[in-house]
């Protein structure tokens, strides 16, 4: 299966864009649905966009027309490009894999077994 390495976060103003890159290796990466999804203090997980192995895309509505997930199966990465950064979006993002011979988008959250470590973003106001 992939192992999964994020990188792209940090400290930025409100208004700022940052670009997350999730690097797999192992596995085949093409072979996955993939999604990040991110944790803030004191809040419950939240899926922010996923990415189907057909490429179907969907997005939490309160990033909506700001963020977009897009992956390179030849570079074995998935991206997730953040515009227009609200104090809000602060969070650990985390980027999640779920193996399937399906190219539908995956429903349930749970289905996502495969995780990186998390890579910190902070937006300032």
């Known amino acids: 299966q992939v192992q999964l390495v994020e990188s792209g976060g940090g400290l930025v103003q409100a208004g700022d864009s940052l670009r997350l890159s999730c690097t797999s290796s192992?596995?085949?990466?093409?072979?996955?649905?993939l999604a990040w999804f991110r944790r803030a203090p004191g809040k419950e997980r939240e899926r922010v966009a996923s990415?189907?192995?057909?490429?179907?895309?969907s997005y939490l509505d309160s990033v909506k027309g700001r963020f977009t997930i897009s992956r390179d199966n030849d570079k074995k990465t998935v991206y997730l490009q953040m515009n227009s950064l609200k104090p809000d979006d602060s969070a650990v993002y985390y980027c999640?894999?779920?193996?399937?011979?399906?190219?539908?988008?995956?429903?349930?959250?749970?289905?996502?077994?495969?995780w990186g470590q998390g890579t910190q973003v902070t937006v300032s106001s």
């Open positions: 990415i189907s192995r057909a490429g179907s895309t």
């Open positions: 999640a894999a779920k193996p399937t011979i399906l190219t539908a988008p995956i429903p349930s959250d749970s289905e996502y077994t495969i």
């Open positions: 192992g596995g085949t990466f093409s072979r996955n649905a």
